[in-house]
């Protein structure tokens, strides 16, 4: 079983919710996940396994879906090669504001963040009306993409060709206490994994003893916390594999004095060396 990671999103600079765009399957780390934002998947074409909470399924010509907070899914891109294209809308349910969804003109939309948590699926004919608009929301910018996104979602909300994936029966809730915890640590690492990283350091931001930060961190991710960074090391070398660097460069920025453990690291998590991942990246 994949392990479950929590993923930690940021807005980008000047927008109040994040638009992704990937053309690589390999640009994201993490796989089996959950995080408190809702979820818009869009992918122009191809088939493919969708894997949402419970449910388990395949999809075909293209993939749009609207996945609720907290429920686990896995990564569309997750085994992936060659060409693919990916873009992914992430907000929280407040983000224009508490009151958001309570204005009468917002009434339909309210109901489709409700039925969110069960994961829905939409239908050919709201793929290719709205694939357009979604493909476009990467290169817009401040109102004209809030205000494509609304209407992304007025017609989402009113689409009769939606699907409920049944996916809500497993949901994780985060109380506010326990987010700003892993968002402290996620934080840290995110500044500080090419460096050496002192474990009582980390439990010092948690607020913990470090045999009680290790139970908890192993609580909430089901992962130990050194093999959190590694893994996020990992992620952080993909991408740097993109590049002509040499691999002990690589390995040394990341957070690896020793090229032998960086490649057998890399090739535990990756399943091969870093060598052979960037052969891979040019066929």
Not at 9 to 27: A, M
Not at 79 to 106: C, I, N
Not at 259 to 272: P, R
Request: aromatic share 12%; glycine share 8%.
């Amino acid at each position: 079983m994949m392990r479950l990671q929590f993923e930690k999103i940021e807005p980008e600079s000047g927008s109040s919710f994040r638009v992704v765009h990937l053309t690589d399957p390999q640009t994201c780390w993490v796989y089996w996940h959950y995080h408190p934002e809702y979820e818009i998947v869009y992918i122009p074409e191809g088939s493919g396994r969708r894997h949402v909470g419970q449910n388990i399924s395949a999809y075909d010509g293209g993939e749009l879906v609207f996945i609720g907070p907290n429920v686990p899914h896995l990564n569309f891109s997750h085994g992936k090669e060659g060409p693919y294209e990916e873009v992914v809308v992430q907000m929280r349910s407040d983000f224009l504001g508490e009151a958001f969804l309570q204005t009468p003109e917002m009434a339909a939309v309210q109901r489709l963040f409700e039925r969110a948590g069960q994961g829905l699926a939409f239908g050919k004919a709201t793929k290719e009306a709205l694939g357009p608009r979604l493909l476009q929301l990467p290169h817009q910018t401040g109102f004209d993409r809030l205000l494509s996104l609304l209407t992304i979602f007025q017609y989402l909300a009113l689409a009769p060709d939606v699907q409920p994936l049944q996916a809500d029966g497993i949901r994780f809730e985060l109380n506010p206490k326990e987010e700003g915890r892993i968002n402290r640590i996620y934080a840290y690492v995110a500044a500080h994994y090419a460096e050496a990283i002192e474990l009582p350091t980390v439990a010092d931001l948690a607020n913990l003893t470090v045999p009680a930060f290790c139970r908890y961190f192993k609580r909430m991710t089901q992962l130990t916390f050194s093999d959190f960074v590694n893994e996020y090391r990992v992620s952080q070398a993909r991408r740097l594999l993109h590049t002509d660097q040499p691999v002990a460069t690589i390995g040394s920025s990341v957070g690896y004095t020793n090229l032998s453990h960086f490649n057998k690291t890399f090739k535990a998590i990756a399943g091969q060396t870093p060598t052979a991942y960037r052969k891979a990246l040019v066929g």
